[in-house]
T-cell receptor, first 117, second 110 residues
């Protein structure tokens, strides 16, 4: 089945530094990928939609200059958390639809646990 | 609909019992629903889906029921096992995106 790989699984960084998270579709091409954030004991919140060959679209309240998204190819999207602060500590999860989202379920990566000290 | 900021409700069941997890949705035009299971520290894993032209769909030990009249979705797990302990989310596509419900944390007691 379709597999989405996310790297790293855990990262600890100092406040003020930037962290890059990679999301790869391993056996299918994804023109669209989605980035979610999840705080402890809460649901997944959609942050942005990554579009291959064009700019990402961000959900309301998500700072595009802080969360840089680059969909470099049909199999790779990256999320860079710039100038990270402790409040950015969270579980970041990417996903990709093998086909149109409305007709098939998204496949998710295993998430990245970001801790900002 | 989206449930950011709300803490997960919990459901505790005895091993071997059946579990029922509920989900309400708000968009009456929604025509596709998905249930995901999320184990601690992992991404969501697809369990089962259902389209609005169906009221019920069965998988292996899981059944999803859809009541469009009251906009309610439920996931039934038969003979719940310790490995079923996880957080369960319903999700629906909306505007080309997948929006997650609040989720329910299922705890299975041995």
């Amino acid at each position: 089945g379709a597999v989405v790989s996310q790297h790293p699984s855990r990262v600890i960084c100092k406040s003020g530094t930037s962290v890059k998270i990679e999301c790869r579709s391993l056996d299918f091409q994804a023109t669209t990928m989605f980035w979610y954030r999840q705080f402890p004991k809460q649901s997944l919140m959609l942050m942005a939609t990554s579009n291959e060959g064009s700019k990402a679209t961000y959900e309301q309240g998500v700072e595009k200059d802080k969360f840089l998204i680059n969909h470099a190819s049909l199999t790779l999207s990256t999320l860079t958390v710039t100038s990270a602060h402790p409040e950015d500590s969270s579980f970041y999860i990417c996903s990709a639809p093998p086909r149109d989202t409305t007709n098939s379920p998204l496949h998710f990566g295993n998430g990245t646990r970001l801790t900002v000290t | 609909g989206e449930s950011v900021g709300l803490h997960l409700p919990t459901l505790s069941v005895q091993e071997g019992d059946n579990s029922i997890i509920n989900c309400a949705y708000s968009n009456s035009a929604s025509d596709y629903f998905i249930w995901y299971k999320q184990e601690s520290g992992k991404g969501p894993q697809f369990i089962i889906d259902i389209r609005s032209n169906m009221d019920k769909r069965q998988g292996q030990r899981v059944t999803v029921l859809l009541n469009k009249t009251v906009k309610h979705l439920s996931l039934q797990i038969a003979a719940t096992q310790p490995g079923d302990s996880a957080v369960y989310f319903c999700a629906e596509p909306f505007g080309g995106k997948l929006i997650f419900g609040q989720g329910t944390e299922l705890s299975v007691k041995p």
